[in-house]
């Protein structure tokens, strides 16, 4: 069983930054890969960036070049830098973590990016 727990939302002003962090618990950490998704008022939910055992990355084609994912195995979190932020990355975003046929979600957390 995986828990996964997300910090760090807010409300930040357009232009400004946030680092969202995923604390994992359960066992295999090292070898799960994970990803951000996150969803706003009246749409599907979508993936926003994930990374892989190996820690290689992926990016939406929104969020290319002002986020960063990243992974700290000894701490067993998982982050998403979130720089240069605009309105519409307003959501709530998801941590999800898959090891095989298995699959977890976070509770999710607020990100409201306004004036």
């Known amino acids: 069983q995986v828990q996964l727990v997300e910090s760090g939302g807010g409300l930040v002003q357009p232009g400004g930054s946030l680092r969202l962090s995923c604390a994992a618990s359960?066992?295999?950490?090292?070898?799960?890969?994970f990803s951000w998704h996150r969803q706003a008022p009246g749409k599907q939910r979508e993936l926003v960036a994930a990374?892989?055992?190996?820690?290689?990355?992926d990016y939406s084609d929104s969020v290319k070049g002002r986020f960063t994912i990243s992974r700290d195995n000894a701490k067993k979190t998982v982050y998403l830098q979130m720089n240069s932020l605009k309105p519409e990355d307003t959501a709530v975003y998801y941590c999800?973590?898959?090891?095989?046929?298995?699959?977890?979600w976070g509770q999710g957390t607020q990100v409201t990016v306004s004036l």
């Open positions: 999800n973590s898959r090891l095989g046929r298995s699959e977890y």
């Open positions: 359960g066992n295999m950490f090292s070898i799960r890969a």
């Open positions: 990374i892989s055992r190996d820690a290689s990355t």
